[in-house]
């Protein structure tokens, strides 16, 4: 916990004051927003085109690259969510696992970023789209009291360092692999024209 951590969390977090609609909002972002994108995903993976199926898996890399970092974090360093410290209301039931970093924020930032890098001009809604869920997701995680927002700022961070570096580490290969390839196809093309 940071020393910002205890005013922005009683700001974000509900109280007995809260109208019901907003914890109820928090509820359904929280618990429906990874469902909803795991099957646009998976459904992506299975009917879109060969170039979106290329992109939906480096998505689905950058997910789990922000999973595995965020669980070597709460492996390495364990931290107590603000209901275990007796901050604020908790409005799900959770479990105590380590608060720091958010995995679903990890996850709903990569997946945000990853959008980002892969979508073409044509598609600019879905980026918008998936950065407001992202942001959404982190809000509720605060709201619900289940996380401090130094936990989702980490969380989106990661998120969007793993996204970031899955597509690096594509290009790289796309590149390296375009660069074998050239020598060939000029070889080709001199034999092919005679030269």
Request: proline share 4%; glycine share 8%.
């Amino acid at each position: 916990m940071f020393s910002f951590d205890p005013l922005l969390f009683a700001l974000f977090n509900a109280d007995a004051q809260t109208p019901w609609y907003s914890i109820q909002l928090a509820r359904i972002l929280s618990q429906w927003v990874p469902n909803l994108s795991a099957v646009l995903v998976l459904g992506t993976l299975v009917f879109g085109s060969p170039a979106l199926r290329r992109n939906m898996l480096m998505l689905l890399l950058s997910m789990a690259l922000a999973w595995l970092m965020v669980r070597l974090i709460r492996w390495g360093f364990p931290t107590q969510r603000p209901y275990q410290m007796e901050l604020g209301t908790l409005w799900v039931h959770h479990g105590g696992r380590s608060s720091f970093p958010s995995q679903h924020a990890s996850g709903a930032f990569a997946l945000a970023m990853a959008i980002s890098l892969g979508v073409t001009r044509h598609r600019k809604w879905l980026v918008v789209l998936a950065w407001g869920a992202a942001i959404a997701m982190a809000w509720s995680r605060v709201h619900l009291g289940v996380h401090f927002v130094s936990d989702v700022l980490a969380g989106a961070l990661l998120g969007m360092l793993s996204a970031c570096l899955i597509w690096r580490a594509t290009l790289q290969l796309r590149r390296r692999r375009h660069l074998r390839v050239l020598p060939r196809i000029r070889q080709l093309r001199l034999r092919w024209s005679g030269g």
